[in-house]
């Protein structure tokens, strides 16, 4: 790992389902929890941050990071 290691991702969401699962705010909390920021619209967001060892664990817990 060198100073420069980021990590970046996309979370898109299918329209009908929008309204509850909004991607702007998955993309916020994920990029929080991975230490950078990140935003966007109901159905497409980026983010990114600076914490790639947790990448893993995002993956692992999704589920954690959904609206309900």
Known sequence: ?????????V???SKDISK???AGNIA???ASYLGGGGGGGPTF???GGKYVNKVKEVIEHIN?????
């Open 45 to 47: 967001a980026q983010a």
């Open 64 to 68: 954690d990071f959904m609206e309900v």
């Open 20 to 22: 509850k699962f909004h």
């Open 1 to 9: 790992k060198n100073n420069n290691d980021q990590v970046s991702l």
């Open 28 to 30: 916020r909390k994920i």
């Open 11 to 13: 979370v898109k969401v």
